[in-house]
């Protein structure tokens, strides 16, 4: 069977009653279950954690890991578009994906997105100050940054942690060995972020169609 390639198109306009794919089933995927069956979309989605959050309101989850090529491509014959809930999907399946399904966001953004590093440069390419930070790549690099920001600050994985996971507050220099030891196990750069001060939190969240259509929503939260 020759698989169709689903290209990227801004009229597209998938209807009630199509299907959603979604890679990730986590809290956020079942949220978008919920409210996309109550307007009468289908969903499946993909995710290596059995009775997944999102799976568990969805038609049909697929266990498997996000790196799973087959699993992935099952994911695209049944789904009439597919997204991503979360950033720790893989790029490079999303990429492949895009030759074989309709995958509006595209995998740029998830690729700069679900790397720390990249995620800071990609901020400052467009003109916004980040937090103070540093590429950790020894022990030693780690204790002259620690001593340049001051503690406490913080070490974090550049991929996969979320939630609090893959990060350690250093609060003084001698946990510095036990820091590293400890995230550089996870396999991927490191960076450490100097703590900042600060009077509240914004959070924006920002959606575009396909059509160019932009919209966006502002919450603010005072901190003491």
């Not at 049909?60 to 996000?66: E, L, V």
């Not at 250093?170 to 009077?199: C, N, W």
Request: hydrophobic content about 40%; glycine content about 8%.
């Amino acid at each position: 069977m020759t698989r169709e390639t689903k290209a990227y198109d801004p009229s597209k306009v998938i209807a009630p009653g199509g299907t959603i794919g979604v890679l990730g089933g986590g809290q956020l995927g079942r949220m978008l279950a919920l409210a996309g069956r109550a307007m009468g979309y289908r969903f499946v989605t993909l995710d290596p954690t059995p009775d997944a959050p999102c799976g568990q309101v969805a038609d049909k989850q697929i266990t498997a890991a996000y790196h799973d090529i087959q699993a992935a491509r099952e994911l695209a014959e049944l789904a009439d578009v597919i997204t991503y809930e979360f950033e720790n999907v893989d790029a490079e399946v999303t990429s492949l994906l895009m030759k074989e399904s309709y995958v509006p966001q595209g995998s740029q953004l998830l690729y700069t997105t679900q790397h720390r590093l990249r995620e800071k440069r990609a901020i400052e390419a467009a003109g916004v100050q980040v937090a103070p930070y540093a590429e950790i790549t020894s022990l030693d690099g780690l204790r002259e940054a620690v001593e340049r920001f001051g503690t406490p600050c913080v070490l974090k994985t550049a991929t996969g942690g979320y939630d609090g996971k893959g990060q350690w507050v250093i609060r003084t220099p001698e946990e510095v060995p036990e820091a590293y030891d400890t995230l550089s196990k996870a396999g991927t750069e490191l960076v450490l972020e100097q703590f900042v001060h600060f009077s509240k939190e914004l959070s924006v969240i920002a959606a575009r169609s396909p059509q160019g259509r932009l919209r966006a929503s502002l919450r603010r939260r005072m901190c003491m």
